[in-house]
């Protein structure tokens, strides 16, 4: 069973900071784009930022130049950095891998 597991959501003041992170139970993760998705209360799930396996990044344009996504392919883990973080970037985070691979999610909260 592949896995994803999700950690370090949590509540956080706005202007504050908060790192998740995503370890793939399997090495078949390290050819894989990989990312971070999230959804807030009645809205559709939204893209945040995504990384190929050569380290190319995208970014959704309301986290660009806050948000900042890593991966250690050695470890099997894809982190994203969140800083300068507002109200509005309140969801569940979900740790996503090429092509629909999934995590649980992990609850963010920036109280303002």
């Known amino acids: 069973q592949v896995q994803l597991v999700e950690s370090g959501g949590g509540l956080v003041q706005s202007g504050g900071s908060l790192t998740l992170s995503c370890a793939a139970s399997?090495?078949?993760?390290?050819?894989?784009?990989m990312g971070w998705y999230r959804q807030a209360p009645g809205k559709q799930r939204e893209l945040v930022a995504a990384?190929?396996?050569?380290?190319?990044?995208n970014y959704s344009s309301s986290v660009k130049g806050r948000f900042t996504i890593s991966r250690d392919n050695a470890k099997n883990t894809v982190n994203l950095q969140m800083n300068s973080l507002k109200p509005e970037d309140t969801a569940n985070y979900y740790c996503w891998a090429a092509p629909l691979f999934w995590g649980q999610g992990t609850q963010v909260t920036v109280s303002s």
């Open positions: 399997r090495n078949i993760f390290r050819s894989k784009t």
């Open positions: 990384i190929t396996s050569d380290g190319i990044t």
